[in-house]
């Protein structure tokens, strides 16, 4: 489960050779949209003889698309890096019950951009959504938002703007560079990018955070923590 083989310096040679492989991005998208989300915690081992591709292409691709509640506690604890690539990046969510979720989306926003827009539904859009459990009002997850970001001190480069529909500044704002989705929000981008290309604005750059696991190896979830499965930090809840 621990991601160690991280720190080895062959890692990132490993890396940097899957990403340049013709096939790396189809084989990527195929393993998020079609196996990621039934099977979150597939083996980098099951996944290429299933896919017929190298295994440290798997692994690559595994590490990228999902990771454990235990290994990203580690990634919380390291600085953000000085020089960041963006000057503007978005994204958007709920925010119900904040999770390691929650934090990897904010987490990898942050190390990208020198601002971040974060859009948080509105009570009548959070209805439209069909979530499986009441969503809390506005203000309060608002509010636990903002607890957040000045718990992490990412408060100051940070702006809340209240969602009416799912797109929101990310197809307003020509100035905005990149957005930051989940695998389970992939499609988003893309319909929000159609949506600039046709209002003649640049598309937004993609980028994707892992899906967090809990010690089951299913993802953490609002709707799990409120049934009483796991905590927000992705332990299992023990009757």
């Known amino acids: 489960m621990r991601r160690d083989y991280v720190k080895n310096p062959l890692w990132k040679i490993l890396v940097d050779t899957v990403r340049s492989m013709s096939l790396y991005p189809v084989h990527k998208s195929y393993v998020r949209d079609k196996i990621i989300m039934n099977e979150p915690s597939i083996s980098a081992e099951e996944l290429s003889v299933r896919l017929s591709m190298p295994l440290g292409e798997a692994m690559v691709i ?35 019950v904040i999770h390691y979720g929650h934090l990897a989306l904010l987490l990898t926003a942050f190390r990208s951009g020198k601002k971040v827009t974060i859009g948080v539904t509105s009570d009548e859009l959070a209805k439209k959504l069909g979530k499986t459990h009441d969503v809390r ?75 967090i696991l809990a010690e089951d190896g299913k993802p953490i979830s609002s709707s799990r923590i409120i049934r009483g499965e796991v905590t927000p930090e992705g332990r299992l809840v023990r009757s």
């Open 137 to 211: 009002p506005y203000n309060e997850r608002m509010n636990n938002l903002r607890k957040i970001l000045e718990k992490y001190d990412w408060i100051d480069d940070a702006t809340i703007v209240k969602l009416d529909d799912p797109y929101g500044p990310a197809v307003t704002d020509a100035i905005m560079e990149a957005i930051v989705v989940s695998p389970f929000t992939a499609f988003r981008a893309l319909e929000i990018n159609t949506i600039r290309t046709e209002s003649l604005m640049k598309p937004l750059d993609v980028i994707e955070c892992p899906l």
């Open 62 to 96: 595994l590490d990228e698309l999902r990771m454990y509640a235990a290994d990203f506690e580690e990634e919380l604890k390291a600085p953000l890096p000085t020089e960041r690539k963006y000057n503007r990046v978005c994204l958007g969510g709920t925010f119900d």
